[in-house]
């Protein structure tokens, strides 16, 4: 019993070491860039490997360069508009075609669900230029409906609620229906909140997707106060090639953001994950 004891704790502590180690590589990445953001060019680009911390002082004027380059409140308001609608559209549509094709029975149910596990399989790249042509001829280039416009309808997420909607029991719909709900009171009272956990799921993969999204916002959006985040680094990339300093120290501002939001829904993020059984 006692040799059983040790085992575990053994176990455990060497679990627990692999998850350390695992977390501090994680962050090195992190941490060099926020290391690499307040250093001169000379420092950023030198070889040395005991240069880990700047050695002429703390340079956060890099952070006020890039700042009075690019307006960042401008790229923060649009990310998270973005984000924003694309979230709200994508788990409104996704719920009400996941309930559809979860828990009715229709003509032509089998033949268009088909199409939206098609559409899941072709690479989003295709969709491009008809998406592009449809917003140039909606005239809703450099906004934020172009922006949102291709996460309105989302295959992943009605494939996602569909599922959420199966494992429900068929009793919870049949005493709602004995007691006189129709199929809107249904769907609005018994069945959507029971999926919340979908729902959120859906909403944490949309943010993050929206956020990293970077063709369609250079495509779709030309001009400076109409971009995003990630369109933004990629110019200033091009603005500042070899300034490692400022380069990073864009990426750091850039990150806030999704930051924060974290900080703020961190129990629904896990509850999210843990519930969906994906990862990010």
């Not at 575990?8 to 977390?23: C, E, G, P, S």
């Not at 009075?68 to 719920?95: D, E, G, H, P, Q």
């Not at 989302?154 to 609620?161: D, E, K, V, W």
């Not at 009272?189 to 944490?204: A, E, N």
Request: hydrophobic share 55%; net charge positive; glycine share 6%.
């Amino acid at each position: 019993m006692e040799s059983a004891r040790k085992r575990a704790r053994i176990n455990t502590i060497i679990i627990y070491v692999i998850l350390i180690i695992m977390a501090f590589i994680m962050l090195v990445p992190f941490v060099w860039m926020i290391l690499t953001a307040v250093k001169t060019n000379q420092e950023a680009i030198s070889v040395n490997p005991f240069y880990i911390f700047p050695q002429a002082g703390w340079h956060w004027e890099n952070f006020l360069t890039v700042w009075k380059s690019y307006n960042f409140l401008i790229l923060y308001k649009n990310t998270l508009l973005m984000i924003f609608f694309r979230v709200v559209a994508a788990c409104l549509t996704a719920t009400m075609a996941g309930y559809a094709f979860g828990r009715l029975n229709f003509r032509g149910k089998n033949f268009m669900f088909s199409l939206i596990l098609i559409q899941m399989m072709i690479p989003s790249q295709i969709f491009i230029i008809p998406q592009y042509l449809m917003v140039s001829k909606l005239g809703m280039l450099n906004t934020v409906a172009g922006l949102v416009f291709p996460g309105i309808v989302t295959a992943f997420g009605t494939y996602l609620l569909k599922t959420g909607y199966q494992g429900l029991p068929k009793d919870l719909e049949e005493a709602a229906s004995i007691d006189g709900c129709n199929i809107g009171q249904r769907f609005l009272r018994i069945m959507m909140p029971l999926t919340r956990s979908s729902m959120v799921s859906l909403g944490i993969f949309t943010a993050l997707f929206a956020f990293k999204d970077l063709m369609w916002p250079m495509i779709v959006c030309t001009r400076a106060e109409t971009t995003t985040l990630s369109a933004g680094l990629a110019k200033m990339q091009g603005q500042y090639g070899s300034d490692y300093p400022t380069m990073m120290a864009s990426a750091v501002l850039a990150i806030v953001p999704m930051i924060v939001i974290y900080v703020i829904f961190q129990k629904q993020f896990v509850e999210g994950i843990a519930t969906s059984g994906g990862k990010l």
